[in-house]
Nanobody
Framework: QVQLVESGGGLVQAGGSLRLSCTAS????????MGWFRQAPGKEREFVAA???????????NYKYSVKGRFAISRDNAKNTVYLQMNSLKSEDTAVYYC?????????????????WGQGTQVTVSS
């Protein structure tokens, strides 16, 4: 497992942008598939985006349908950090966002594909 710490959440108006960051504690971060999930009050945790890695290049990315074209996931292995750039935010994007790491060989959207989780960061979008 790897320790993950998220940052970058906050309050933003609808249509605005936020960038979430997730920094990992281990140098083997580059071998992990990284994902972002979110959980709104009273709802189950849901997949948002994921990125896998193959050597020196991104192998694949995967997005929840409703965030495609608005959110972008990226990683900087030199900094052990994965990012989630969120644009054109909507009130329905309001949730606690969690960073996750796992050893899946592809950018899976399944919770079971991840064994390391951050503590979460709150994103609130006001309408």
């Amino acid at each position: 497992q790897v320790q993950l710490v998220e940052s970058g959440g906050g309050l933003v108006q609808a249509g605005g942008s936020l960038r979430l960051s997730c920094t990992a504690s281990r140098r083997t971060f580059s071998n992990y598939t990284m994902g972002w999930f979110r959980q709104a009050p009273g709802k189950e945790r849901e997949f948002v985006a994921a990125i896998s890695w193959n050597g020196g290049t991104t192998k694949s990315t995967n997005y929840k349908y409703s965030v495609k074209g608005r959110f972008a996931i990226s990683r900087d292995n030199a900094k052990n950090t994965v990012y989630l750039q969120m644009n054109s935010l909507k009130s329905e994007d309001t949730a606690v966002y969690y960073c996750a790491g796992g050893r899946s060989s592809w950018a899976t959207g399944s919770v079971s594909g991840y064994d390391s989780w951050g503590q979460g960061t709150q994103v609130t979008v006001s309408s």
